[in-house]
Structures are given as structure tokens and as C-alpha cells.
């Protein structure tokens, strides 16, 4: 078993959005390490220059953003072997039911909406919990 705290990549084009996830993983869960990119294809130039064994262990994943918005950047995920295993998180502000269905089918462990209220975001961490346990 890893000695290293389980590695999280947030990856959302909102920097309000990583202090409010950060903030509520540093006080909801300790032992992570939360690394945030700021959107899609600086996710993926990040996990092509690691190594297996330091993967994360979550990927929480913001659907809108520009360039490479979630879409992409989940189904590029879930279509190379080193990293489908990896369950992704899709945090987004969309209810519209094609966008659930679209990341459903595209390998999406869960699909949650953003909070409006920093002390929402505690739920998501909590809700985000036993998936990081999960790979430990």
C-alpha cells in the first residue's frame, strides 16, 4: 500500500471554484493532495507526464470550459488505458438531462451539480470520499 497522500485533479477554468473545493477538502478529509488545472488540456499534458504509480486517485471535472470543455477531456480519460481506471467526478452547474446522459455513457463514475454556497461543497468532498478510499 502507498505511503502518499491519495492525489485528487480538480479540473475546472473557475479559480473561485478551486479555493471553494480546496478549502472544503482541507477541512472535510486530511491526507490529500488536491492539484487543480485549469481546464482540459492542461488536465491531460498533466497525467501523460506521470507515472503510473502517481495517477491520481479522483478526478473531479468541471463539463463546461472552454477549448477542451469536460466532454473531451472524459472521453480522452476513459479511451486510454492508463488512465480509464481513474473514476471521474463531472461537477457541473448543467441540469440538462443529455449532458448527465452524454457522461454517463462516456464513463462517468458520478455526476454532481456545483454548489451555489461554499458550504455545499463540503457535501461534495463527503460525497467524493468513498471513491478516493476506493483506489487507496
Not at 473531479?60 to 488505458?81: E, H, V
Not at 463514475?109 to 461554499?118: E, I
Request: glycine content about 4%.
Amino acid at each position: 500500500m502507498s505511503t502518499t497522500a491519495p492525489k485528487i485533479l480538480y479540473v475546472d477554468d473557475d479559480s473561485d471554484d478551486w479555493i471553494f473545493l480546496s478549502e472544503s477538502f482541507a477541512a472535510t478529509v486530511t491526507g490529500t493532495d488536491l492539484v487543480c488545472a485549469s481546464g482540459g488540456e492542461e488536465a491531460i499534458k498533466y497525467l501523460n507526464s506521470m507515472n503510473h504509480d502517481d495517477l491520481p486517485s479522483l478526478i473531479i471535472l468541471d463539463l463546461n470550459m472552454p477549448r477542451w470543455d469536460g466532454r473531451q477531456t472524459l472521453n480522452y480519460i476513459k479511451s486510454n488505458p492508463e488512465l480509464s481506471g481513474i473514476p471521474v467526478v463531472i461537477l457541473s452547474t448543467s441540469e440538462n438531462k443529455i449532458d448527465m446522459e452524454v457522461c454517463a455513457r462516456l464513463g462517468a463514475t458520478r455526476y454532481m451539480q456545483k454548489p451555489y454556497k461554499y458550504e455545499e461543497y463540503k457535501d461534495v468532498v463527503r460525497n467524493c470520499i468513498p471513491l478516493i478510499k476506493a483506489q487507496s
